[in-house]
């Protein structure tokens, strides 16, 4: 059994102090649900429950300033949990805390990550969708996203603008350098060859 010999409130938290040395702070809420207070003896089943409650209720605040603060991917969230020390029981709690928030949707992160790169930058399809894996969304949620979003129809215009922010870069560069370098520069970039060719052609650069 562990005995609770003190509680002392610290605004939403109360420290707890066990006969063990142990102290932990908990919110008062759990304090209040759980009817803790001094000289109450907490079997290890118990504690193991409070301990795991006042885990998830942390991680839930904590997570919802981070989703908050700017959107995160379900892999994001998760990865945070860990980094933070909270053990594998509180992940689906939080995910689906966020989730019926509203604050977590891959789907919606997808897209809209989509538009801010493009509003900012001309990425390639596959670019854009190698991005959105490598923070955690699923090939198949970045795909149908792309196909929601990516505009198509104006995929040369948008390795036409590449190609131009790349040939402004390499002027100082030799001339029979430009038509390699922007060519290796758009392969990278994930582009198609006939739009390459085309933005070639558009530049006038042989």
């Known amino acids: 059994m562990n005995k609770v010999v003190s509680i002392k409130t610290k605004g939403a938290r109360c420290s707890v102090v066990l006969d ?26 118990l504690l193991r429950s409070i301990v795991s409650e006042n885990n998830l209720m942390q991680a839930k605040r904590d997570l919802y300033a981070y989703t908050s603060y700017s959107p995160r991917t379900r892999q994001q969230v998760i990865d945070k949990i860990k980094t933070k020390g909270y053990g594998e029981e509180v992940i689906d709690g939080v995910v689906a805390f966020l989730t019926e928030f509203g604050l977590l949707d891959d789907r919606k992160f997808a897209i809209s990550y989509i538009n801010t790169k493009l509003k900012t930058k001309s990425p390639s399809k596959l670019k854009l969708k190698m991005e959105l894996i490598a923070k955690g969304i699923s090939k198949n949620i970045a795909e149908e996203a792309l196909s929601a979003t990516y505009p198509h129809e104006l995929s040369p215009e948008i390795v036409l603008k590449a190609a131009q922010k790349k040939y402004r870069m390499i002027q100082n560069k030799p001339k029979e350098k430009h038509k390699t370098m922007i060519i290796n520069y758009l392969r990278g970039q994930g582009f198609d060859w006939s739009d390459i060719s085309k933005a070639l052609e558009e530049l006038e650069i042989q």
């Open 20 to 45: 063990s040395g142990e102290v932990f702070e908990w919110f008062t809420d759990i304090i209040l649900k759980y009817k803790v207070s001094a000289s109450m003896s907490l079997d290890d089943e």
